[in-house]
Every structure is written in C-alpha cells, then in structure tokens.
C-alpha cells in the first residue's frame, strides 16, 4: 500500500477529505437493500479491510462467518422477531407504538449476511494490552466491524448492524460455540440509496447531541467554556 | 456532506481507494510523536468524525475528555508504568525479555489525550438495540474510537490507544466517576513518519493470520475450500 516498505505514505487533502465523506455518509441500512450480488472480489476487498483493524497485542480475534444460505438467515430473522416483540415490550406506550413503526433490519432483503466473532483464546492467555482491561479483545473485534462499515460505504455498500437477538439464538443458527463471543451480525449490500441523516434522527426519536455538551478538558467535566477549542464544534 | 438533504452522494473510485489508503496505514502510534501542535480546527474535525460514530439507538453514549495538562499526563503515565511492571511479570521469561524491549505508549510525548467514554444511562434505561445485547452501548462508543483513529490518520496524525492501565487508576487520573465507564485513553499528535506495517507484526511477535483460515461460510467452521470467495483474499 507503500512505495516505501517502511513508512508509509502521507494521504492528500483529497484523500483526506474522502475519508471524511465516508465517515458522514455511514449509515445503519435497513429497509433499502437490493437484490443484485455482491461480488467476490468487492466482497474480498471489505474483509480484507476489516481485517486490517487494530487488534490488542495484534492478536486479530476474530473470524467472519459470510451467510448467503436463505435457510440460514430464515433463522437469524426468526431469531429477531422473537427479541424484537420483546423489546417492544419494554418501551412505554407511547415509545412502544412508535418502536413498532421502525424498521430495524434488513436480514431476508440483504443478499449477505456477516457475522463477526470474537475467540478470546486466540493467541494465548497472556496479551499484550490486555493484561489490565481484559474486554480490549472484544473491543477489538469492534474495530473489525466499524473498518468493515466504512469499507463498505466506500463502496457503496450498505451495512446495518442487528442486535435485536439474543445471543444463544445467533449462536444458534449459526452453530457458534459457546468459547466464542458473537459481536456483531451485519446485513451487507447494494441499496437504493443511503440516508443523508441517521433515520432515528429523522424519525425524531433522538436528536443529534451537540458535541461541546460532551466535551471535556484534562478533566471530567471540567470546561470553563471560553476553551479556543469550542470555537471549532457544534 | 451531501447536495441532497434526504440522499447521500456516491463515492467515487478515487475516494474508495483514498478509505482503504487510510484504513491499512493507520497503525497504532507509540515512538514517533513530534510536539508540534494540533491545531484546534484539525482536533475539532477528529473529533465531529469521532462523534458520527454508530450508536445502538443513536443514544451517542461518549465523552470526550481532551488531555493537554502535563500533571494529567504524569499521572496517566505513572498509572501506565504501574501496570506495565505487572504486565511484564505475566509472560513467560523468553516473552518477558521481549515484551520489555517493546515502547508501548507515548503518553508523555504525544501533545494531546484524549479519552473516550461511555455514559451507560444516557437516553434512558430502554435503548434500541441494546435490549439484548447489553454491551452494545460499549460498542458504540469503540466505534467512535475507530472513527477518531481513521480520522486522525486521514490527517496524518498519529494515535496510540494505551490499555495498559487499571480502570481505577484512569478514573482517578482524570476524575471520571463510577457511573461512567473509561473506554480507551489515546495519545494524539504529528508524528515523524508512519510505520508501513503494525510493530508487533514487524518484530515478530506474532504473524498476520491469513484471512482464508478465519473465514466461514453459512456455519461456524464451514468451508469447503472451493468457494469462489477464497479466490479473492490471502
């Protein structure tokens, strides 16, 4: 990805900026999924970048479990409608009867599904970085799936992440063993279009939180609010 | 970002080359800080990136608490040299041997921290997407951990996350209470260059696992060997 086997290379204000563009036109896709295939060679490139996360002592935790079998993700969504009909139980009514309006996956529509797990056996008892914050594999694994996201943005792929499921259920369909920790199911492809703003912003569900209310200085909560730094965010 | 309000544009092939360019290049930072200044309006960007971030129910469950106070920092990096003596004594002597050779923090050196967190109870007790899968609010906010490193490196900035600490001893560094949970604390700045490949890939500690062997198809452990897919990945 160099022209110098040891330092890389600077990325340009264009690059930059693309990067940029990637971030903010990220969206969690669920109801605008086409059925054209991905191919395998874009899909390649996604995993791949998911792969090249940071990893805790570089212990790479994880493994990608890629679902195209209908009767598969005919689990997964079962799995979902179950939890999701729980959920929906525990807003209050008015929050309930809005919840059940939301679209909130795309399991059957998307033609992909992936699963990211976690082996926190991997690599030995002893890592380095996790010796004293013993979830950092697990946040690891997180990594892998926002690399995944943003890849896929950058190509025009759509991504939504389900957990609206219990974990014995996705252990289940996908016949995960109980020494690995599911992270994430995401559903994966082409879509219609994305969303300029999140949909449960749109939906009015919550707003936007300005950043300078969760910005801090040296300290928690600590912000006399004349910092150089507030004149440069929301 | 968008002409559109209600769509997003496409990415072009030049700004999906210009992602992937960022995402194999970041690496995780540790030795090669400079102490040159981040201007306010380069944070500001890592920062509003940082906070686009996923989150389960758009519930945005981070803070950020930006370190420049030299006090601060010496304590962050007594509460590193604390655990790092610890972590030391936890590998086997030939690991040992290694693991004190490696530089794993750039606390002192790098201009900037800047720890994210985790607010469990922000937007109430029911979350969307979080009814069962309660961690997923810890995930997000790892999300907005990855965010700030891709943004940081699209800006040819440098970050090192340094988990070599005990919760306790950040929480106490920087004040933050027991209701709230420390997600990561990162050493932020201009570097001299940008190392082509992860450090512990180049000093052998521990190889790139091929992507092949932790790929699966419709089931945990699934995989023929003849799918296509393979064809495309290392």
Not at 162 to 185: C, F, Q, T
């Amino acid at each position: 990805m160099s022209a110098n086997p040891i330092q890389a290379d600077p990325l340009s204000r264009a690059e930059r900026d693309a990067v940029y563009k990637c971030i903010y036109n990220r969206r969690d896709v669920r109801g605008q999924f086409l059925p054209d295939a991905v191919p395998d060679e874009v899909l390649a490139r996604i995993l791949t970048a998911s792969h090249h996360a940071p990893s805790v002592g570089f212990m790479q935790p994880w493994d990608f479990i890629v679902v195209r079998d209908p009767v598969v993700k005919r689990s997964v969504w079962e799995a979902f409608q179950t939890a999701n009909r729980e959920a929906a139980d525990m807003f209050d009514d008015e929050r309930r009867s809005i919840y059940r309006t939301l679209k909130l996956e795309g399991i059957l529509e998307a033609p992909i599904g992936i699963c990211i797990t976690c082996d926190r056996k991997r690599s030995g008892p002893v890592v380095i970085g996790r010796t004293h914050q013993g979830e950092m594999d697990l946040y690891s694994a997180v990594c892998a799936v926002q690399n995944l996201w943003l890849a896929a943005r950058a190509e025009n792929i759509g991504v939504g992440w389900v957990s609206i499921l219990r974990h014995r259920d996705i252990r289940a369909a996908l016949g995960i063993p109980s020494n690995i920790w599911p992270i994430a199911y995401l559903c994966v492809g082409y879509v219609s279009h994305f969303f300029a703003r999140p949909e449960l912003e749109t939906a009015g569900w919550l707003p936007r939180v300005p950043l300078r209310e969760i910005l801090w200085f040296d300290r928690w909560h600590n912000r006399s609010g004349t910092e150089a730094l507030l004149d440069h965010v929301d």
